[in-house]
């Protein structure tokens, strides 16, 4: 679960839908403005009865609507909103004045997900907004597997759950329950205790206790109230314990509140790790940057050859998080060089066989720096192989064909093209058109014809300048 919920939080999405409802031009204005500031598509209403028209007509991520307001007010709008099945699931945040108890009560009685206080620290409400947006589009699509003998309780829950946009599984015991697993890999599961073949005390046991599957949360329902039991199913390791009868809201409230403490959670580790990698990045960064300034010549080579595997990546349709990847890796494809000699790095005279032998086993320096740490390994893949060649005859493994990484065959021709057209201690630069020449006559011999193609195509367009493409100058 946990690498499915990870790479949900890394996939590209559109602009988020508001809507914003209040009586106010100022708080329109502001609001507005904030949001549209953050990145979202925000649409105005000037009271409840306009809000519900809007958000009947169009398809909205979230709801900020004002307690008081005229022809209708925002506790009656939710009311509306929450008995329109289009709108149900819609979060609804309440904009008020307004803190009591009971008309906090109130609201979330009638369908409200969340208050923001008017008058607080716009930046902090923005944040909020942000907050349940993420948390509400970790939540959709997330896949529910519904377990109980009864049939009639099965599709309840499976159109109940569905209708808040889960995606719903059902099985008829906990064996049939373990068997559904590998295929259809669901983010939580709801069981009924009592049931024939294997109970939902067996089922959540026999979860908690694999390898692969011990991350998923368990849900376990029943009409027993022993508090003992209870107890024992929680300690046995299952989130939580539904006493039925209970309504989907109650459900759906409940699987809410688990995903929004594992999505925490999850944001929390992959702040961590973003944190990590930076200051690995960094460290890495300096040693390119000491690597080139040992040798004036090959100075700003890694960033060049980055850029050109960009727009090869480009004309091979990479997706902007592919390209963004294909930058650094470019940028460090030569990271094994600081372990090569100087009096090889920069001898003026071609290199003899030992020397050439030293400068090969540089593979194996950047595997040894990149090895431990487990979010660069895509990055070793690469460093380690852009010197294979298409034939099989490069090294250091004699790989040929498509068992070379893709992006190590972009990188190898994008090296190819800077290293010709740039000046070494051993040679002057070459022209373009000899190194275009080249990339040619190597087309499937050391290059890969498709990554040739991609660059010739690409080089077609720039004439061969390199520069940082638009959507990833912000990174």
């Known amino acids: 679960m946990e690498n499915q919920r990870t790479q949900h939080l890394g996939q590209e999405s559109t602009s988020p839908k508001i809507l914003v409802v209040d009586d106010s031009n100022s708080v329109r204005y502001v609001m507005q403005k ?3 500031e953050a990145g979202m598509d925000v649409s105005l209403a000037c009271d409840g009865e306009e809000g519900l028209a809007k958000a009947l007509e169009g398809n909205f991520d979230l709801i900020i609507t004002d307690i ?23 979060p609804i945040i309440a904009l008020s004045t307004r803190d009591s108890n009971e008309q906090v009560e109130e609201g979330f009685r009638v369908g409200v997900d969340a208050y ?23 939540l959709t699509g997330s896949r529910i597997l519904v377990v109980d003998d009864s049939s009639s309780i099965r599709l309840f829950l499976k159109t109940g759950l569905e209708s808040e946009g889960f995606i719903v599984q059902t099985s008829e015991n906990g064996k049939e329950a373990l068997e559904m697993l590998p295929e259809f890999k669901p983010d939580l599961i709801v069981s009924d205790l009592m049931m024939p073949k294997m109970d939902g005390g067996e089922l959540c046991r026999a979860i908690k206790n694999s390898d692969e599957y011990a991350t998923i949360p368990i849900v376990i329902m029943s009409t027993l109230t022993d508090k003992p039991l209870m107890r024992r199913l929680m300690r046995g390791g ?36 973003t944190m990590e990698r930076d200051l690995t990045l960094a460290a890495i960064a ?56 100087d009096d090889v790095l920069l001898k003026k005279d071609r290199l003899n066989e030992l020397e050439f032998e030293h400068i ?31 034939d099989g ?35 002057d630069s070459m022209p373009i058109q000899v190194a275009l020449q080249i990339i040619k006559d190597e087309r499937g011999k050391q290059l890969c014809p498709t990554c040739v193609d991609a660059f010739m195509k690409w080089f077609e367009k720039t004439g061969g300048t390199v520069e940082l493409p638009e959507n990833l100058k912000q990174n």
């Open 116 to 138: 923001l206080a008017k008058g607080a620290n716009i930046k902090e409400n923005v944040h909020r907004i942000k907050d349940i947006l993420s948390v509400r589009s970790f």
């Open 360 to 390: 090969k086993d540089h593979s194996n320096v950047v595997a040894d720096i990149l090895r431990p740490i487990k979010s660069l390994h895509d990055v070793l893949e690469v460093t380690t192989s852009h010197h294979e060649r298409w």
């Open 238 to 273: 299952a989130a939580t314990y539904l006493i039925k009868p209970f309504t989907v809201t109650q459900l759906t409230i409940t699987i809410e509140e688990i995903f929004s403490s594992n999505f925490r959670l999850l944001l929390e580790e992959k702040e961590r790790l």
């Open 286 to 341: 300096s040693l390119i940057e000491a690597l080139e300034a040992r040798d004036s010549m090959t100075r700003g080579h890694s960033e060049r050859v980055a850029l050109i595997a960009v727009g090869i990546g480009e004309e091979l349709n990479f997706k902007p998080s592919e390209l963004e990847r294909l930058l650094l890796i470019g940028r460090l494809h030569d990271l094994g060089k600081i372990g090569v000699r």
């Open 68 to 90: 008081d307001m005229p022809k209708m007010d925002g506790l009656e709008l939710c009311k509306r909103l929450r008995q329109e099945f289009k709108t149900s699931h819609i």
């Open 393 to 427: 005859k490069g090294y250091p493994e004699g790989l040929a064909g498509t068992k070379i990484p893709l992006r190590a065959r972009i990188v190898a021709v994008a090296d190819i093209y800077e290293a010709v057209t740039s000046e070494r201690p051993y040679r």
């Open 34 to 36: 904030s949001l549209t």
